[in-house]
């Protein structure tokens, strides 16, 4: 185990999600759902109307553990293109595909 006291300032590490019990909010849940059915995984950059998903919902969905960043876009530096991870699917309520 990393000893807290050899970290940088302000940078610890998030609880398992499992451990603390935590949910998806209803927003990050329909955000995950929207990968279960993409290749890979791949979650979308966009929400049904075409407007960006929040990046307070990116951001807690991978400090969560249930997406994690997939690749560089080359377009949109500053696009965050995410992947669900398997405890994403879990946190569904989903089975992970082999190798998820």
Sequence with gaps: ???????????RRAPAPAATGLRPTDPQRRWLLRGVDQPGGKLPLFDPEGREVPKATVRACLDAGWAAPWFANPTKPDWLVCR???????????EPPPGA
């Design 1 to 11: 185990m990393t000893d807290p006291s050899t970290r940088a300032p302000g940078r």
């Design 84 to 94: 669900l991870t398997a405890e994403g699917y879990r946190a569904i309520g989903k």
